[in-house]
């Protein structure tokens, strides 16, 4: 009988979620409130509290009532109808507050791991010659937003185009600071699930940047579903806007966006169908993790292939797994997840798929250990390879990114480029400026493929490294004196020798007398001389900034070693000699013309010995097979006479 009534009030439950009448609603909107609401409050899921759960492999139609973020009922109709909230309308059967952890939103969050460095935020502003690389992780590198001036509200505007939400995209919880005050006209940049999980393309990711853009955060998961259309910007009101106090006669444009949904989208019950996956195709990922080869000798988009992988029918989640977490495995050896374990055994890496590498030792008694060789993976002969290349490696050296040449080359990507946005301005040469591959030692100490951005920023101080100034003030204190330098918004490159002078004698008018200016750029750091002169010293408080590259993987015969151990192993081989510069800094006569073994600390005169020896392996080997022959026809012909002898005598 209990378990009759337990199964009947789920029944009721799943009605509530997807059959329930909007008149009634409309009626009683304090029960609605009263059932929907502690559901849709929970951070995280309290316990006790059961979500609904199909536990098939069927995909649930979605076939569901749109709620806003106060829990009440969404009737299409209603010319004030408020905009769809994903966190109440999902949350009736998801725990929305486990997924607010996930790796894709979980930046601002201060007690999460920072894990294995990945691609910043690159704030750039090509006015004042300033690109400096941003992460809330603390990666070894890059600068917290905060140290640079950017509060959660300018990281939003900058990046949320290619940001999913959540973290620190969302109002603070405390009182708004000095600079948020945006926040409660504009709502918070929610988690979208649709961004990901929209199976076809009713989800319109340009549109949610157009609306970021706009400052309707609230309105966006509505407007980029194409649920309905928004009339009005919040952008366009003041910041002392108080919504509760109705128009203002004096202004009456002054006003909340307001929606037209589209009644089209909604059957006779008021329910709309979201078509959602919970594999979301490439096309998806592609938005946020495009990367595309530019500059002179840049490959047409259709002479290139995708990554290996694809092209044999998987796709990124195949690799990239996760659970109502949303913790993604993002692939490299030795990720552990937040209780210090490796992430599905180790499996889901190079290794674990293509060698024989499970790490069930570290599993608890009993745990399910994923073999590998999974979905398909061809074990690699890697025939004639020393096996020291396998622990002095990683798999992606050779096999992952473009293939390297004598000169890394110039990459534009989406978070730093705005890729998958329309434009008529993007150029080739735009900030900021990325080059790769780089050959360097990973976090694990394998020499790795990666990307790099040189750190350019302007700093008042010679303490701890030389901090960044203050964006604003930067933009402020250098907007004249470098346009009278011949820069504007629209130059490209790296600033001249002689706008950076102009730019330290503009901050040390204005600086305090305890304050040093300085620019930092490509491991130098300037500063002005006692005779106004510009001084520049080598400083690794510009180092540049790196992470690896796993995509695209080349096919096996494109992959270095395929022809001979001289891919690698000779005086001109990338590998060693490439070198790191782009074409457009070769301009300033300050830019690192460093080589790949040198910025990674290789011993060049050992390096270049070794690579001389493999000119001579080949006659190494005839002459060694040669050698083992002779002794071997000597032992022969000892033997033989030896056995002659014997025979004679018996």
């Given at each position: 009988?209990?378990?009759?009534?337990?199964?009947?009030?789920?029944?009721?439950?799943?009605?509530?979620?997807?059959?329930?009448?909007?008149?009634?609603?409309?009626?009683?909107?304090?029960?609605?409130?009263?059932?929907?609401?502690?559901?849709?409050?929970?951070?995280?899921?309290?316990?006790?509290?059961?979500?609904?759960?199909?536990?098939?492999?069927?995909?649930?139609?979605?076939?569901?009532?749109?709620?806003?973020?106060?829990?009440?009922?969404?009737?299409?109709?209603?010319?004030?109808?408020?905009?769809?909230?994903?966190?109440?309308?999902?949350?009736?059967?998801?725990?929305?507050?486990?997924i607010?952890?996930?790796?894709?939103?979980?930046?601002?969050?201060?007690?999460?791991?920072?894990?294995?460095?990945?691609?910043?935020?690159?704030?750039?502003?090509?006015?004042?010659?300033?690109?400096?690389p941003?992460?809330?992780?603390?990666?070894?590198?890059?600068?917290?937003?905060?140290?640079?001036?950017?509060?959660?509200?300018d990281?939003?505007?900058?990046?949320?185009?290619?940001?999913?939400?959540?973290?620190?995209?969302?109002?603070?919880?405390?009182?708004?600071?000095?600079?948020?005050?945006r926040?409660?006209?504009?709502?918070?940049?929610?988690?979208?699930?649709?961004?990901?999980?929209?199976?076809?393309?009713?989800?319109?990711?340009?549109?949610?940047?157009?609306?970021?853009?706009?400052?309707?955060?609230?309105?966006?998961?509505?407007?980029?579903?194409?649920?309905?259309?928004?009339?009005?910007?919040?952008?366009?009101?003041?910041?002392?806007?108080?919504?509760?106090?109705?128009?203002?006669?004096?202004?009456?444009?002054?006003?909340?966006?307001?929606?037209?949904?589209?009644?089209?989208?909604?059957?006779?019950?008021?329910?709309?169908?979201?078509?959602?996956?919970?594999?979301?195709?490439?096309?998806?990922?592609?938005?946020?993790?495009?990367?595309?080869?530019?500059?002179?000798g840049?490959?047409?988009?259709?002479?290139?292939?995708?990554?290996?992988?694809?092209?044999?029918?998987?796709?990124?989640?195949?690799?990239?797994?996760?659970?109502?977490?949303?913790?993604?495995?993002?692939?490299?050896?030795?990720?552990?997840?937040?209780?210090?374990?490796?992430?599905?055994?180790?499996?889901?890496?190079?290794?674990?798929?293509?060698?024989?590498?499970?790490?069930?030792?570290?599993?608890?008694?009993?745990?399910?250990?994923?073999?590998?060789?999974?979905?398909?993976?061809?074990?690699?002969?890697?025939?004639g390879?020393?096996?020291?290349?396998?622990?002095?490696?990683?798999?992606?050296?050779?096999?992952?990114?473009?293939?390297?040449?004598?000169?890394?080359?110039?990459?534009?990507?989406?978070?730093?480029?705005?890729?998958?946005?329309?434009?008529?301005?993007?150029?080739?040469?735009?900030?900021?400026?990325?080059?790769?591959?780089?050959f360097?030692?990973?976090?694990?100490g394998?020499?790795?493929?990666?990307r790099?951005?040189?750190?350019?920023?302007?700093?008042?101080?010679?303490?701890?490294?030389?901090?960044?100034?203050?964006?604003?003030?930067?933009?402020?204190?250098?907007?004249n004196?470098?346009?009278?330098?011949?820069?504007?918004?629209?130059?490209?490159?790296?600033?001249?020798?002689?706008?950076?002078?102009?730019?330290?004698?503009?901050?040390?008018?204005?600086?305090?007398?305890?304050?040093?200016?300085?620019?930092?750029?490509?491991?130098?750091?300037?500063?002005?001389?006692?005779?106004?002169?510009?001084?520049?010293?080598?400083?690794?408080?510009?180092?540049?900034?790196?992470w690896?590259?796993?995509?695209?993987?080349?096919?096996?015969?494109?992959?270095?070693?395929?022809?001979?151990?001289?891919?690698?192993?000779?005086?001109?081989?990338?590998?060693y000699?490439?070198?790191?510069v782009?074409?457009?800094?070769?301009?300033?006569?300050?830019?690192?013309?460093?080589?790949?073994?040198?910025?990674?600390?290789?011993?060049?005169?050992?390096?270049?010995?070794?690579?001389?020896?493999?000119?001579?392996?080949?006659?190494?080997?005839?002459?060694?097979?040669?050698?083992?022959?002779?002794?071997?026809?000597?032992?022969?012909?000892?033997?033989?006479?030896?056995?002659?002898?014997?025979?004679?005598?018996?």
């Amino acid at each position: 009988m209990r378990e009759s009534h337990r199964v009947s009030t789920q029944l009721r439950d799943a009605a509530t979620c997807a059959d329930v009448r909007r008149p009634l609603l409309r009626h009683l909107p304090v029960l609605a409130l009263t059932i929907v609401a502690p559901v849709f409050a929970q951070e995280p899921k309290e316990e006790g509290v059961e979500l609904l759960r199909s536990d098939s492999r069927a995909p649930f139609v979605h076939r569901i009532g749109l709620y806003d973020e106060r829990g009440g009922a969404i009737d299409p109709a209603d010319p004030d109808a408020a905009p769809y909230s994903p966190r109440a309308t999902c949350g009736k059967c998801h725990e929305v507050g486990a997924i607010g952890r996930g790796w894709h939103f979980n930046a601002g969050h201060a007690e999460v791991p920072s894990g294995r460095p990945g691609e910043p935020w690159i704030y750039a502003d090509p006015s004042t010659g300033t690109q400096i690389p941003l992460s809330y992780r603390g990666w070894r590198g890059t600068f917290s937003p905060d140290a640079v001036g950017l509060t959660p509200w300018d990281v939003m505007k900058i990046f949320g185009r290619h940001l999913p939400g959540g973290g620190a995209l969302h109002p603070p919880e405390t009182a708004d600071p000095p600079g948020l005050s945006r926040w409660p006209l504009a709502g918070g940049l929610d988690i979208d699930c649709m961004l990901c999980h929209s199976k076809g393309n009713h989800h319109d990711p340009a549109q949610r940047a157009a609306q970021i853009e706009r400052e309707n955060l609230r309105w966006i998961p509505t407007v980029a579903a194409g649920f309905a259309v928004v009339r009005g910007d919040v952008a366009k009101l003041p910041d002392d806007f108080d919504p509760d106090l109705g128009p203002n006669p004096d202004f009456p444009e002054q006003q909340l966006p307001r929606l037209t949904y589209d009644r089209t989208r909604f059957d006779a019950d008021d329910r709309v169908l979201f078509d959602i996956t919970r594999r979301p195709a490439t096309d998806r990922c592609y938005f946020c993790h495009s990367t595309r080869e530019v500059g002179d000798g840049a490959p047409r988009t259709w002479h290139t292939d995708d990554d290996v992988h694809l092209r044999a029918g998987m796709t990124c989640t195949d690799c990239h797994r996760n659970g109502i977490d949303h913790m993604i495995v993002r692939g490299y050896e030795g990720e552990r997840d937040a209780d210090g374990r490796l992430v599905a055994a180790g499996t889901l890496t190079c290794r674990g798929c293509h060698t024989d590498d499970a790490a069930a030792d570290e599993l608890p008694p009993g745990e399910y250990v994923p073999k590998a060789g999974r979905l398909g993976a061809p074990i690699p002969r890697h025939a004639g390879l020393p096996a020291f290349h396998l622990e002095e490696m990683s798999c992606t050296a050779c096999h992952s990114g473009p293939e390297p040449g004598s000169l890394a080359r110039r990459f534009q990507t989406s978070l730093s480029h705005g890729l998958g946005l329309p434009t008529r301005d993007r150029r080739t040469d735009d900030d900021p400026v990325l080059t790769g591959p780089v050959f360097l030692p990973g976090a694990d100490g394998r020499l790795a493929p990666h990307r790099l951005a040189w750190p350019q920023y302007w700093s008042l101080s010679r303490e701890a490294g030389f901090p960044p100034l203050d964006a604003a003030r930067v933009k402020k204190l250098l907007k004249n004196p470098l346009a009278d330098a011949q820069r504007s918004a629209t130059t490209q490159g790296p600033l001249t020798r002689e706008q950076i002078t102009a730019g330290l004698k503009a901050l040390q008018t204005a600086a305090a007398e305890s304050e040093s200016p300085a620019y930092v750029a490509f491991q130098r750091v300037y500063t002005l001389g006692p005779d106004g002169s510009l001084v520049s010293t080598s400083d690794e408080a510009g180092a540049a900034y790196a992470w690896p590259i796993a995509h695209d993987v080349r096919p096996a015969r494109q992959s270095l070693g395929a022809g001979g151990c001289t891919d690698c192993h000779a005086d001109d081989a990338p590998m060693y000699a490439g070198r790191i510069v782009d074409a457009s800094l070769a301009a300033n006569p300050d830019a690192p013309r460093t080589t790949m073994q040198e910025l990674r600390g290789a011993d060049v005169g050992l390096a270049r010995a070794w690579n001389r020896s493999m000119r001579l392996r080949e006659a190494f080997k005839v002459a060694a097979f040669a050698a083992v022959a002779l002794v071997a026809w000597f032992a022969v012909a000892r033997g033989t006479g030896a056995c002659a002898r014997w025979i004679e005598r018996r």
